[in-house]
């Protein structure tokens, strides 16, 4: 490398460390307003099992009901991280507009789906609840459109912005949270609190000019584009199974106060992946536009770096699981005994996740499809077993343990092929 690539590469270098920072920073000031909201659940739920249902439709089926957009959406930040790297202006501005109609008309396949299927999918976790139905179609349809602009925003790098959306959001979910169970004390309307939230979202017309492109649209669709969306499928299955799965579970399983409490628990245990969830979207994007020289030794080091803060992180939540319990006013002696062992799982998923975004932006294919097939072994695994809490919870850590282990010697794997 001469000494003026290596000058510019110099800027990119620092500058990926300092995103995922101040990104990370952001983030955790609203992970912590987001337990915040979960203390106001607590106090303003006071009907049995209405805690678990409002966190199931929130934290697992909302998101089940957006996976085709969001497997579209981690494509396109791909392709468009790529191009941006690349210095390819007018290819970037053509993929752009390609990318902005592709992802609209997914959305609007998204919702067709969403109208189609939330009635039996409602009815089969929640009964015959109306309520929560409505709360539930109107949070994904906010959802879907949202993550409509969103994915372009990451493409582009705009982390800091992304932030500040995120954060403006939690202060919204948590006042309109606070408003709706202080006069209708229903879980639905808890649903509806955290779409109206996303208006926030609509901040980003202030940016709307950094994004009108003049030129021809460019699109996507060749043969590595959709080789890399059946495999973002493949990824975004095993990140739901991992992350969000067993919530399904316990809806299906668990009754009233049970789910509660595995609710509760859940929300403090998949903060520790969430948290370092920042330093991810950061590796992600950069290791998409470049794979080599120095940026590679700041790409390794945020690999690091989550993996230290996740296991600190559970370590902090298993001793101060009692302060984090009563903060969100759901401290019990069932969930008490929970903690631990739900956060060593979260470690395990955190750590896989990490791996599978290195895999994914790698395009280590084969990686990434099995980061999916074991997702989905994981969760079928935890349906079979996890009938109980007790039983769930002693599977949960054994089934992400052995799920981590196959992945890293995968990982491994292809690191000392590809350094060959």
């Not at 609203?30 to 915040?36: A, E, I, K, Q, V």
């Not at 752009?96 to 959305?107: I, P, V």
């Not at 996740?353 to 499809?369: E, T």
Request: glycine residues 8%; positive net charge; charged residues 10%.
């Amino acid at each position: 490398m001469t000494a003026e690539s290596q000058n510019k590469k110099t800027p990119l270098v620092s500058a990926l460390l300092q995103s995922g920072m101040i990104f990370t920073a952001i983030s955790f000031a609203t992970s912590l307003g987001n337990l915040w909201f979960q203390r106001v659940l607590g106090l303003g739920l006071t009907k049995q099992g209405d805690y678990g249902n409002a966190n199931s439709a929130i934290g697992s089926l909302i998101p089940l009901l957006g996976l085709l957009p969001a497997a579209a959406s981690i494509a396109v930040t791909h392709y468009v991280a790529h191009f941006k790297q690349s210095g390819d202006q007018a290819h970037l501005r053509g993929l752009l507009l390609g990318c902005r109609k592709f992802l609209f008309q997914l959305t609007v396949v998204g919702t067709v789906i969403t109208l189609i299927v939330i009635k039996p999918v409602t009815h089969h976790f929640f009964g015959d609840n109306q309520s929560m139905m409505l709360a539930v179609l109107i949070a994904t349809l906010f959802n879907l459109w949202s993550a409509f602009a969103i994915a372009l925003c990451s493409g582009l790098g705009w982390f800091k912005r992304l932030a500040l959306i995120g954060f403006l959001a939690m202060l919204l979910k948590v006042a309109l949270g606070w408003l709706f169970t202080r006069y209708w004390s229903a879980a639905a309307m808890t649903v509806l609190a955290t779409a109206f939230a996303l208006l926030a979202n609509l901040i980003l017309l202030y940016w709307r000019n950094d994004l009108k492109l003049s030129g021809e649209p460019i699109s996507p669709w060749n043969r590595d584009f959709i080789q890399f969306f059946v495999v973002s499928m493949a990824f975004a299955v095993g990140f739901y199974c991992f992350f969000q799965g067993d919530l399904l579970i316990a809806q299906h399983y668990f009754p009233g106060a049970r789910c509660d409490d595995f609710s509760a628990v859940g929300i403090l245990a998949r903060a520790l992946p969430t948290t370092i969830a920042p330093l991810l979207a950061v590796l992600f994007t950069s290791r998409s536009g470049e794979q080599a020289g120095g940026v590679v030794k700041e790409q390794l080091k945020l690999l690091g770096l989550s993996g230290v803060g996740l296991v600190c992180g559970a370590v902090g939540l298993v001793l101060l699981r009692t302060i984090g319990l009563k903060a969100i006013h759901r401290n019990t002696l069932e969930a008490a005994t929970y903690v631990a062992p739900f956060a060593a799982t979260m470690v395990f998923i955190g750590l896989l996740q990490s791996l599978a975004f290195w895999a994914l932006a790698s395009r280590w294919l084969k990686i990434s499809i099995l980061y999916g097939v074991l997702g989905v072994a994981y969760w079928l695994v935890l349906l079979l077993v996890g009938k109980t809490p007790e039983a769930l919870l002693h599977a949960m850590p054994i089934a992400a343990g052995i799920a981590f282990a196959v992945m890293l010697a995968a990982w491994l794997l292809a690191m000392r092929q590809q350094s060959k």
